[in-house]
């Protein structure tokens, strides 16, 4: 049977548990998705040092799993660990920024992000200039707040997230927004359909870009 790992960068096995959850729910019967969790860093990236020092720990858990899977999802926004994965298998491995920019920029859409995290606006900003999306590019939209206790109030958060997705789109230009983080996964999945532009969940969008490469 084939398995797909789910790799979190954040430390939180709760966040691990729903990202899976969601994963699972998006791959054909017969495949079946595993979490791992990395043991050192933060239960929630937001700041550019944090992600950084998140990459090192995907590799470190990466070293620790027993079996090869068929493929690996790197549950982070940033990506962090995702190049040097790719440099230490041939097994296919996508990462949630990545896959959800591409996938929201398909057919040439202008596309966004709606986030919580301050901290990693440069980053995402640098991953969409290295996609060779930057034309397409709108930039990112904020909720206010401190991040990680935002995501601790699911509603709040899902409300927040939608002003910034209507900001992205009435002053940006957004024909596509994204909810940029692997913790918002429930709050994605809330706020898909809810617009009159696609909303892109990064998760299931890491999930179909494995699923295409395999």
Known sequence: MAHFLLLNPNTSVETTVMMVGIAQSYVPEGVVVIGATVESGVPMITTEAEL???????????????????GVIVGAFGDPGLDQLR???????????????????AEGRRFGVATVTPGLIEPIDRRAVTLQLGKLY???R?????????????????????????????????????IGGGPLGQAALALTGRFSVPIIAPVPAATRQLMRLM
């Not at 950084?52 to 068929?70: F, K, L, N």
């Not at 440099?87 to 920029?105: D, I, K, N, R």
């Not at 206790?149 to 789109?169: F, K, T, Y």
């Open 138 to 140: 709108t930039g990112i």
């Open 142 to 178: 904020l909720t206010p707040g401190n991040p990680r206790e935002l995501a601790n109030r699911p509603r709040q958060l899902i409300e927040l997230l939608a002003v910034a997705v209507e900001e992205s789109i009435e002053l940006d230009g957004a024909e596509a927004v994204i």
């Open 52 to 70: 950084e020092a998140a990459a090192q720990e995907v590799v470190v858990c990466w070293r620790r799993q027993r079996e090869q899977p068929s």
């Open 87 to 105: 440099a230490m298998t041939e097994v296919p491995c996508v990462g949630l920024c990545e896959a959800a920019m591409l996938e929201a920029s």
